[in-house]
Protein backbone atom coordinates (compact mmCIF):
# COMPACT_ATOMS: atom_id res chain seq x y z
CA UNK A 1 0.00 0.00 0.00
CA UNK A 2 1.56 3.59 -0.97
CA UNK A 3 1.13 5.98 2.06
CA UNK A 4 -2.22 8.27 2.10
CA UNK A 5 -1.92 11.55 -0.11
CA UNK A 6 -5.33 12.02 0.93
CA UNK A 7 -5.11 14.68 3.62
CA UNK A 8 -8.09 13.86 5.79
CA UNK A 9 -6.37 10.05 5.61
CA UNK A 10 -3.08 11.75 6.83
CA UNK A 11 -4.87 13.33 9.45
CA UNK A 12 -6.84 10.15 10.33
CA UNK A 13 -4.07 8.54 10.88
CA UNK A 14 -2.21 11.69 12.40
CA UNK A 15 -4.99 11.99 15.36
CA UNK A 16 -5.12 7.95 16.17
CA UNK A 17 -8.91 8.29 14.85
CA UNK A 18 -8.28 4.91 12.10
CA UNK A 19 -7.79 1.14 13.23
CA UNK A 20 -5.01 0.76 10.35
CA UNK A 21 -2.57 2.28 11.57
CA UNK A 22 -1.15 2.32 15.50
CA UNK A 23 1.75 5.21 16.37
CA UNK A 24 3.34 6.48 19.33
CA UNK A 25 4.45 10.45 19.45
CA UNK A 26 7.65 8.77 21.25
CA UNK A 27 8.72 6.75 18.58
CA UNK A 28 8.41 9.35 15.83
CA UNK A 29 12.39 10.63 16.37
CA UNK A 30 13.44 7.52 15.34
CA UNK A 31 11.04 6.68 12.74
CA UNK A 32 10.77 10.14 11.05
CA UNK A 33 13.01 9.24 8.41
CA UNK A 34 11.33 6.05 7.34
CA UNK A 35 7.92 7.28 7.14
CA UNK A 36 8.81 10.50 4.91
CA UNK A 37 10.96 8.48 2.60
CA UNK A 38 7.79 5.65 2.73
CA UNK A 39 5.76 9.04 1.63
CA UNK A 40 8.21 10.40 -1.20
CA UNK A 41 8.06 6.87 -2.50
CA UNK A 42 4.47 7.06 -2.47
CA UNK A 43 3.96 9.70 -4.61
CA UNK A 44 2.15 8.58 -7.73
CA UNK A 45 4.96 9.26 -10.51
CA UNK A 46 7.61 6.84 -8.11
CA UNK A 47 5.27 4.30 -6.95
CA UNK A 48 4.17 3.70 -10.29
CA UNK A 49 7.78 2.56 -10.91
CA UNK A 50 8.16 0.36 -7.83
CA UNK A 51 4.35 -0.96 -8.19
CA UNK A 52 5.26 -3.43 -10.51
CA UNK A 53 8.46 -4.88 -8.41
CA UNK A 54 5.93 -5.44 -5.25
CA UNK A 55 3.73 -7.24 -7.74
CA UNK A 56 6.55 -9.71 -8.23
CA UNK A 57 7.34 -9.98 -4.79
CA UNK A 58 3.60 -10.47 -3.63
CA UNK A 59 3.09 -13.10 -6.36
CA UNK A 60 6.50 -15.23 -5.11
CA UNK A 61 5.31 -14.90 -1.65
CA UNK A 62 1.65 -16.04 -2.15
CA UNK A 63 3.69 -19.49 -4.27
CA UNK A 64 5.64 -19.80 -1.26
CA UNK A 65 2.53 -19.63 1.74
CA UNK A 66 0.97 -22.51 -0.51
CA UNK A 67 3.36 -24.71 -0.66
CA UNK A 68 3.60 -24.01 3.67
CA UNK A 69 -0.33 -24.50 4.09
CA UNK A 70 0.52 -27.85 2.04
CA UNK A 71 2.77 -28.99 3.91
CA UNK A 72 1.81 -27.19 7.48
CA UNK A 73 -1.90 -29.14 6.62
CA UNK A 74 -3.12 -25.89 7.25
CA UNK A 75 -5.36 -25.37 4.43
CA UNK A 76 -8.51 -25.39 6.75
CA UNK A 77 -7.49 -22.12 8.57
CA UNK A 78 -7.56 -20.16 5.01
CA UNK A 79 -10.76 -18.70 4.14
CA UNK A 80 -10.71 -18.82 -0.25
CA UNK A 81 -13.87 -16.41 -0.47
CA UNK A 82 -12.13 -13.29 -1.04
CA UNK A 83 -12.42 -10.16 1.04
CA UNK A 84 -15.21 -7.69 1.17
CA UNK A 85 -14.25 -3.86 2.16
CA UNK A 86 -17.48 -2.30 2.98
CA UNK A 87 -18.64 1.17 3.23
CA UNK A 88 -20.96 3.08 5.18
CA UNK A 89 -21.07 6.44 3.01
CA UNK A 90 -21.58 6.87 -0.78
CA UNK A 91 -19.00 9.41 -1.18
CA UNK A 92 -16.03 6.58 0.40
CA UNK A 93 -17.46 3.62 -1.10
CA UNK A 94 -17.79 5.74 -5.23
CA UNK A 95 -14.55 6.79 -4.52
CA UNK A 96 -13.27 3.03 -3.68
CA UNK A 97 -15.28 1.78 -6.24
CA UNK A 98 -13.45 3.98 -8.71
CA UNK A 99 -9.92 2.71 -7.60
CA UNK A 100 -11.14 -0.21 -7.55
CA UNK A 101 -11.77 -0.06 -11.18
CA UNK A 102 -8.42 1.37 -11.89
CA UNK A 103 -6.62 -1.34 -10.01
CA UNK A 104 -8.19 -4.07 -12.24
CA UNK A 105 -7.70 -2.15 -15.42
CA UNK A 106 -4.36 -1.26 -14.55
CA UNK A 107 -2.61 -4.37 -12.51
CA UNK A 108 -5.48 -6.83 -13.32
CA UNK A 109 -6.12 -7.21 -9.57
CA UNK A 110 -9.53 -9.56 -9.61
CA UNK A 111 -12.41 -7.31 -8.07
CA UNK A 112 -15.87 -6.92 -7.91
CA UNK A 113 -18.02 -3.97 -7.31
CA UNK A 114 -21.03 -4.54 -5.02
CA UNK A 115 -23.87 -2.61 -4.54
CA UNK A 116 -25.96 -1.82 -1.02
CA UNK A 117 -28.13 -5.00 -1.86
CA UNK A 118 -25.67 -7.52 -3.70
CA UNK A 119 -23.77 -6.91 -0.47
CA UNK A 120 -26.65 -7.35 1.60
CA UNK A 121 -27.62 -10.89 -0.53
CA UNK A 122 -23.70 -11.88 -0.13
CA UNK A 123 -23.42 -11.35 3.47
CA UNK A 124 -26.98 -11.33 4.98
CA UNK A 125 -26.27 -11.30 8.92
CA UNK A 126 -24.95 -7.64 8.46
CA UNK A 127 -28.02 -5.71 9.72
CA UNK A 128 -27.33 -2.06 8.48
CA UNK A 129 -27.98 -1.18 5.37
CA UNK A 130 -24.31 -0.02 4.07
CA UNK A 131 -23.59 1.45 0.80
CA UNK A 132 -22.07 -1.04 -0.96
CA UNK A 133 -18.57 -3.13 -0.80
CA UNK A 134 -15.53 -3.83 -2.80
CA UNK A 135 -14.99 -8.06 -3.00
CA UNK A 136 -11.28 -9.10 -3.68
CA UNK A 137 -12.21 -12.13 -4.96
CA UNK A 138 -8.86 -13.81 -4.92
CA UNK A 139 -7.77 -12.54 -1.69
CA UNK A 140 -7.17 -14.76 0.71
CA UNK A 141 -7.61 -14.46 4.60
CA UNK A 142 -6.46 -16.64 7.45
CA UNK A 143 -9.34 -17.58 10.31
CA UNK A 144 -7.01 -17.64 12.69
CA UNK A 145 -3.44 -16.31 12.40
CA UNK A 146 -2.33 -17.78 15.54
CA UNK A 147 -2.53 -21.10 14.44
CA UNK A 148 -1.67 -20.80 11.56
CA UNK A 149 1.71 -19.30 12.96
CA UNK A 150 1.77 -22.42 15.44
CA UNK A 151 1.05 -24.73 12.36
CA UNK A 152 4.09 -23.11 10.42
CA UNK A 153 6.49 -23.65 13.81
CA UNK A 154 5.54 -27.03 14.40
CA UNK A 155 6.27 -27.67 10.35
CA UNK A 156 9.30 -26.20 10.46
CA UNK A 157 10.40 -27.96 13.75
CA UNK A 158 9.11 -31.92 12.35
CA UNK A 159 11.13 -30.65 9.04
CA UNK A 160 14.69 -30.24 11.19
CA UNK A 161 14.25 -26.90 12.02
CA UNK A 162 15.02 -24.90 15.49
CA UNK A 163 12.78 -22.44 16.81
CA UNK A 164 15.01 -19.64 19.33
CA UNK A 165 13.38 -17.22 21.49
CA UNK A 166 14.63 -13.84 21.97
CA UNK A 167 13.86 -10.53 23.75
CA UNK A 168 14.72 -7.01 21.60
CA UNK A 169 14.53 -3.73 23.24
Excluded at 4 to 25: C, E, M, N, S
Excluded at 105 to 115: A, K, L, P, T, V
Excluded at 136 to 164: C, E, H, K
Aim: charged fraction near 20%.
Amino acid sequence: YPFPQDLAKIWQVATGQGFDIVWRASALPAVLPKVLAYALNSRPARYAQIAPHYGVLIAACIREHEVMLQSAGADDLIDRRGYRKIFRSAAAFDRAARDAQRLAQHWGIDNRIESSAELAAAEPALRATLAGAVHYASTLSVRDPGALVQRYAADFSARGGRQLRASVQ
